[in-house]
């Protein structure tokens, strides 16, 4: 193999570690300092071939957050729609940086790409 073959599977190694490491310590802070308000899915889109976008707001003190997850397709019998826009779910964000969050979408925590703690 050639240099640049070893040279793009150790980025390739070492980007990996870095996103499960941010990923295991957004989960720490979550869990040892999470705090639980009420969110809003403001919006659903269609992100790639077969990927979507799930959107949602919440409320920390004076200051609205908005943050956006990888999601499979799925459609909300209670809000008939796709991805439940308009829902009000659980969000549990970090005390300390309330940009990290998770939204609990219940019987939909299924399609979600990343979970974070729900």
Not at 36 to 54: A, D, M, Q
Not at 60 to 73: A, H, L, M, T, W
Request: net charge positive; with cysteine.
């Amino acid at each position: 193999m050639k240099k640049w073959h070893y040279f793009f599977i150790i980025a390739l190694l070492c980007f990996s570690l870095f996103v499960l490491y941010k990923k295991s310590v957004e989960q720490n802070m979550l869990a040892k300092d999470g705090v639980v308000t009420i969110g809003e899915i403001v919006g659903f889109r269609h992100s790639g071939k077969s990927s979507y976008t799930l959107i949602y707001k919440y409320q920390v003190g004076d200051n609205i957050y908005k943050e956006k997850i990888p999601s499979k397709y799925f459609f909300c019998k209670e809000a008939d729609n796709s991805g439940c826009v308009g829902l009000k779910f659980k969000v549990i964000y970090s005390k300390s940086n309330p940009n990290i969050s998770d939204i609990d979408l219940e019987l939909y925590n299924k399609y979600k790409g990343m979970r974070l703690y729900y």
